[in-house]
Each structure stands twice: as C-alpha cells, then as structure tokens.
C-alpha cells in the first residue's frame, strides 16, 4: 500500500517521496549533464550537488545561459521567523552561501515576519520580533558577504514591497491559491495574500536596479508552490520567471523521514544547543538503523539509509567522499556500531556548532550591516 505524505508550504508529513514530488510540482531533476556545466564555473562540486541533496530545479540551464553571456544572476532565499533555527533550516543557507561565493553573485535574504502571524494561530508580532533578531544571526553567521547581502524584512520594508506585491496580487485569484496551498473559504485574507509578498524578492532588485535580472531561488522542495505562483505571474507583470533549485529536508532525530522541526525540541538540534545536549539529544533520541543487540550488529550489520546519524553525517556533516564511503561500508558490515557512529556525529555537530555560535556572537554588531537601505 502506498503511504500517504504530504507537502506544502505549511505543511509536511508523511514518507516523502521525492520522485512522486518532482512529477505533482512539476520541476526536473538535476542531471549529470546540468552538473557539468556547473562544475566549469565552479570547480569541484559541492557534496549537496555531488549527493543529490539539491537534487532538483527550475530552469537553471537559462540561469547558466544568461551567465555564461555575462549577464550575472542574482540569489534569492529567505526564513520566516516563528522559531529558533536548527540545523535543518540551515542546510539550503550553506549551499546558498557556497553559490554566492563561487559565482559571485548578490542574494537578498526575505524575512517575511508576517507570515506566520498570518498562518499560524498562535503566533504573534512579539515573537517574530524576537525570532527576526535571532534567525539573522544565524544568517549572518554563515559567513554570507556583507557587501553582496541584502536583508529585506516585510514590515520593515513594506515601503518598497507592497506597491510590488499589489501588482503580483492583482493577477491571482482565489481559485489559483486555493489550489496551490490546499487553503479553503475559512482561510483568513491574509493567507491568501500572503504568496504575493514571498514573490517580491523574486523581481524586487529588477525594479530597484531598472534593469531585468536572472533570478535563482535555492530553497527546500515545500517552497515550491510559492514559486510556480510566482512564474506564473511573471511574464503578466514584465518580469523574469525566477529559476530555482530545490533541496530535500534533513530529517528529524527520530526518524529518517520528513522534516526536521523546531516546535518539536526532542526531535531537532538546535544552533544554540550545548555540547551536551546534543551528545544527550544524539544518544537518546537518533534513530538507529544498527540491530538490536551488538553481537547481531556485529553479525549482521547496520542499515545506514534509516539511521539518522548517518544521514545527518551524509546531508552536513561529512563532506569528504572517501570517508562517509569508509563509515557506511563498516556500519554495513557490522564493524562500526550505533553507539560508534553516533560518537563521530557528535562530534562532528559539536565542532561545528562551537565555531558557529562564536560566529553568532559576533553577528550581533554585524545586523545593521546586511539590513537593505533604501
Ligand atoms: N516561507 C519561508 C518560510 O516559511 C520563508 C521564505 C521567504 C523563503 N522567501 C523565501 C524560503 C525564499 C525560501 C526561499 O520560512
């Protein structure tokens, strides 16, 4: 029997299955040939191309046309803030960052902070204040370009944005969101809108610029309707159809399966995490695929394509080939136990948030810096 999932930008849950996902949204999968043609431009490839992490898009064969005559493209991503960041939401930022810096090229980074006042019940403007604040540090933290980095918050910038949305609203109706998002007559008004504020930064530095520019949005695979909204509505207004690239989810501690989430605190690591609480959330809580006693492991071996550690160490945490080959083959065969395993994966998270929380730390002078003057 098939399982039922399901995904939107709302909502995921389920056994995604991401072959079924590229046919419903309707993009294509990243094929060698397209992996090439990146590679020309930017060497070695990074291991979320090379692994298939990022394994789908929209017209980035044009992206790398329209660079190739010199006519350079812009990045585009964002973040609604309701939440403390985990280690899920920053997965697509790191490879965002790894494409500003081997094309060149700006991004403007959304913090739609009305989004979730609008979609989520019990979200209100006094938190995703304090999450804005947060999130960008975490941002920031990534190390993105300060010159070539613009943040555009909703409120903050409604000035420039919503002359913009109203045009990308006056051409979507109901019918079409109602479509898109899975939303019905009881929706609030602002949920209908919203898509029209989240399509702006698609073509917003266009207009500041006065000139048409390629846009490529890297973004995990839920953000999809969004987009084909926006495509959509594009070519009605004047505008480019922003290309896109698409990632799947890193999965939460208990299972390796669906979506890493914040409200779910057992289930998440988050970027402000102590060392021992991820040793304590790793051992406790990630799903092993090993057996369920060490001389059947030993016996029989693991199955790393369940086991969350692994996947964790296969989607972020260990980018060398070599060695993520060298872990599966010996949880495969038995020699490398769960307990082993997880050891390498706390580690590994541990080095890794240390540095970034230093980063985040300093972040906090650095805010004014990336925030868009207009
Ligand atoms: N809707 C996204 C969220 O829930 C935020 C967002 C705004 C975004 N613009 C984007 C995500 C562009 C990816 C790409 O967090």
Redesign the pocket.
């Known amino acids: 029997m098939e399982e039922k999932f399901k995904v939107t ?1 709302w909502e995921v849950s389920g056994k995604i299955d991401y072959n079924k996902l590229i046919k419903e949204f309707g993009v294509s999968r990243i094929d060698e040939i397209l992996l090439k043609r990146i590679e020309k431009h930017t060497g070695k490839l990074h291991f979320m191309l090379r692994r298939k992490i990022f394994f789908a898009h929209r017209d980035l064969k044009w992206i790398l046309d329209e660079y190739e005559k010199g006519n350079k493209f812009f990045l ?5 803030p309701s939440g403390p960041i985990h280690l899920g939401h920053l997965l697509p930022w790191i490879f965002t960052k790894w494409l500003q810096d081997k094309f060149g090229v700006e991004l403007w980074f ?1 913090f ?1 902070d009305e ?1 979730k006042v609008l979609i989520k019940n019990n979200i209100t403007f006094k938190d995703t204040e304090k999450y804005l604040h947060e999130n960008m540090l975490d941002v920031i933290a990534l190390g993105f370009d300060p010159k070539r980095t613009h943040f555009i918050i909703d409120t903050k910038h409604a000035n420039l944005m919503y002359k913009e949305a109203c045009e990308v609203a006056k051409k979507i109706t109901f019918s079409m969101v109602k479509s898109s998002f899975g939303l019905n007559e009881q929706a609030n008004i602002g949920s209908i809108f919203y898509t029209s504020m ?1 399509a702006v ?1 698609a073509f917003l530095p266009s207009i500041i610029k006065g000139k048409k520019t390629p846009c490529l ?1 890297p ?1 995990a695979i839920d ?1 999809d309707p ?1 987009f084909r909204l926006t495509r959509d509505i594009m070519p009605k207004i004047g505008q480019y159809k922003p290309a896109s690239i698409q990632c799947s989810f890193l999965p939460p501690l208990s299972k390796a399966e669906g979506k890493m989430s914040s409200s779910e605190a057992q289930t998440s690591i988050l970027t402000t995490d102590s060392p021992k609480e991820v040793e304590r959330k790793i051992r406790k809580y990630a799903f092993s695929g090993g057996k369920d006693t060490i001389e059947e492991h030993k016996k029989k071996g693991g199955n790393p394509d369940v086991d969350v550690s692994f996947q964790y160490l296969r989607m972020f945490f260990e980018p060398d080939d070599e060695k993520l080959k060298q872990i599966e083959k010996d949880y495969k065969s038995g020699k490398l136990l769960t307990s082993e395993l997880k050891e390498i994966l706390i580690k590994k998270i541990n080095t890794f948030l240390t540095e970034h929380q230093k980063k985040r730390e300093k972040a906090k002078k650095e805010i004014d810096k990336f925030i868009y003057k207009n």
């Not at 585009?76 to 609604?80: E, F, I, L, P, V």
């Open positions: 930008p585009y991503t964002g973040r609604a959304q739609p989004e989240q930064p949005i973004h953000q969004h």
